[in-house]
């Protein structure tokens, strides 16, 4: 599998990457906001087992991500580990942690 190369590979790639055995019950929407080379803002939804990717500001995100888009590119290529990324104030999180904890093991 090719590695992406930018936000919008890794954004719209998600729901291919996505694992739906790791999701039973799960409902939930991820909000990332880029700021740095690829500027802009995109949610994910997991819902019933499935994972849609939208541009934009979802209303009530359950967990909220910020992030410099080279940050989150490199963690996406795991060229970065995310845990480390964020622990070292590499990006900031909101909301809640247990779901950002469990992205790892949502996709592939």
Do not use: H, Y
């Amino acid at each position: 599998m090719d590695l992406p190369n930018s936000i919008n590979e890794v954004m719209n790639g998600m729901p291919g990457a996505f694992k739906p055995e790791a999701a039973e019950g799960l409902d939930c929407v991820m909000q990332f906001n880029f700021s740095g080379d690829e500027p802009g803002e995109w949610n994910v939804t997991i819902k019933d087992k499935t994972c849609a990717v939208a541009q934009g500001q979802a209303a009530s995100p359950t967990a909220t991500i910020d992030a410099p888009s080279e940050v989150w590119l490199k963690i996406a290529r795991k060229e970065l580990d995310g845990a480390a990324a964020f622990m070292s104030g590499q990006f900031k999180a909101t909301g809640d942690m247990g779901l950002l904890m469990r992205m790892g093991s949502l996709f592939q």
